[in-house]
């Protein structure tokens, strides 16, 4: 998709990596390569229930490695995006690997992340189905804002704004109530909770052996 803006510049919307469009982008983000995949927490671990720290320091070795076995991590999982709590570290950090509903891809990832108070009349909530990787197996009805706006910094510390619609909005809104230390679950009535919890565990056998044979197939 070429859209043609205002000043007679044209810009490829198919590909946005960090936010910025690009002309193409390997099927694999190249931080799968060189991340290990780490084991994924489930839902009823401490780390995924309490506040994360922020990110303090930038442009670091350790930051990305993180990033890069997040990114594995999450291909491995075959997940639209995936927190630092969910591979046991507790920092405000996420990723994300997804294709939104118009056929965009986006790719990149976000270091303390803060969602913009959106004003009211453009908050128009959707309810639809939501999983988890934290929470293998099912999925649920969950309202949240089409659109969403978040803001934080990327890997070097440079400023970063990712505006997301539709399923986009929905994976920024998702990963980023993760390091508040929240899931979809705690989204849910009770009743809903416990038969999404039932689900899980009658499920979460087959999902994990599915991630064992993605790894195989990445040779991770």
Not at 92 to 119: K, M, Q, S, Y
Request: hydrophobic share 40%; with cysteine; net charge neutral.
């Amino acid at each position: 998709m070429v859209v043609q803006f205002g000043d007679g510049t044209s810009r490829n919307l198919r590909m946005r990596v960090q936010g910025v469009p690009v002309d193409s982008f390997p099927v694999l983000p190249p931080e799968v390569a060189r991340g290990t995949v780490r084991r994924i927490t489930v839902v009823g671990e401490e780390v995924l229930h309490r506040r994360c720290r922020e990110v303090t320091q930038f442009g670091t070795p350790e930051l990305a490695h993180l990033i890069d076995d997040m990114f594995a991590t999450n291909a491995v999982a075959d997940g639209a995006g995936i927190a630092a709590n969910q591979v046991d570290v507790d920092i405000r950090l996420f990723v994300w690997d997804i294709t939104d509903d118009w056929g965009v891809r986006h790719v990149g990832h976000i270091a303390n992340p803060v969602l913009d108070e959106l004003p009211a009349a453009r908050r128009v909530l959707a309810e639809e189905s939501e999983g988890c990787l934290s929470v293998p197996g099912p999925y649920k009805p969950v309202p949240r804002p089409d659109h969403a706006v978040v803001r934080g910094r990327d890997k070097d510390g440079n400023p970063l704004v990712i505006e997301g619609r539709g399923y986009f909005a929905r994976c920024l809104q998702h990963e980023t109530d993760h390091l508040y230390g929240r899931t979809y679950l705690d989204r849910l009535s009770r009743r809903e909770r416990k038969a999404a919890l039932n689900e899980m565990e009658a499920m979460k056998g087959d999902v994990f052996a599915r991630r064992a044979a993605r790894a195989a197939e990445l040779g991770k």
